[in-house]
């Protein structure tokens, strides 16, 4: 069964850098897509980067495109998220999610509800 584990959530300034990780396990030999989410209070679930992992091709969404960078090491079985230039309304739980990949575009990545598996979230906080 495949298990997604969050970290690398924290505090960071406005204009500062977090970078999260996501460490996969229990993969089959298909393809997936690594998605990343974020849900701010009050507000829906975001998908906001995506990943291939067999030949790391991604996609962003615009709210993050410039100052967020997916990336994965197959090695390490991790999927990273780079964040820079934080602001203020980036603050959300940031949550890991993995889906087989359909062959259908980067649709699947935007919607939470095509998302097989889900990590439990890291919380990262934007303030001065």
């Known amino acids: 069964q495949v298990q997604l584990v969050e970290s690398g959530g924290g505090l960071a300034h406005p204009g500062g850098s977090l970078r999260l990780s996501c460490v996969g396990s229990g993969f089959s030999s298909a393809d997936y897509l690594i998605a990343w989410f974020r849900q701010a209070p009050g507000k829906e679930r975001e998908g906001i980067s995506c990943v291939k992992k067999s030949d790391g091709y991604s996609w962003s969404g615009d709210s993050v495109r410039g100052r967020f960078t997916i990336s994965r090491d197959n090695t390490k079985n991790t999927v990273f998220l780079q964040m820079n230039s934080l602001k203020p309304e980036d603050t959300a739980v940031y949550y890991c999610?993995?889906?087989?990949?359909?062959?259908?575009?980067?649709?699947?990545?935007?919607?939470?509800?095509?998302?097989?598996?889900w990590g439990k979230g890291t919380l990262v906080t934007v303030s001065s």
């Open positions: 999610a993995t889906v087989v990949n359909g062959g259908r575009g980067w649709g699947q990545c935007q919607s939470y509800s095509e998302m097989e598996h």
